[in-house]
């Protein structure tokens, strides 16, 4: 299925695919971050970017993210984590709001206050 997938692409995504597939574990090399492959970008000039997974099955990380934008010479494979590696996420989701929320009416309190429920809302 992936084979087909693959040869159903563009030319210059194709390329890419045929590099990096979503069962191999990646590493981030400006980050050292362990990632997953999610998707390939085409620019309208021809270049491909890729989108990676990074989460707590393979890192030890303040919340899970997706990273969109990043050049295929920043990724390269890794192997698993160590047994005795610490992993995980430490904020859920709704955590992770909860963070955003505060930082937005700290940041920019000139656009941003707390409603009664703590939510983060744009001044009117």
Do not use: H
């Not at 981030?28 to 999610?38: D, L, V, W």
């Not at 050049?71 to 992993?87: C, G, Q, R, V, Y």
């Not at 955590?95 to 703590?118: F, S, Y």
Request: contains cysteine; negative net charge; charged residues 30%.
């Amino acid at each position: 299925m992936w084979a087909k997938w693959v040869r159903s692409r563009p030319a210059c995504v194709r390329r890419l695919a045929e590099s990096f597939n979503p069962w191999t574990l990646y590493r981030i090399k400006s980050t050292q971050q362990r990632c997953t492959m999610i998707s390939f970008q085409e620019a309208k000039d021809g270049t491909v970017t890729l989108t990676v997974a990074v989460t707590g099955e393979y890192n030890a990380l303040l919340m899970d993210r997706q990273v969109f934008g990043l050049s295929p010479d920043d990724i390269e494979e890794t192997e698993l984590p160590d047994p005795d590696e610490a992993l995980g996420t430490f904020l859920c989701p709704e955590q992770v709001d909860e963070n955003i929320d505060a930082l937005r009416v700290l940041v920019r309190p000139d656009l941003w206050v707390m409603d009664k429920t703590g939510k983060a809302v744009r001044k009117s």
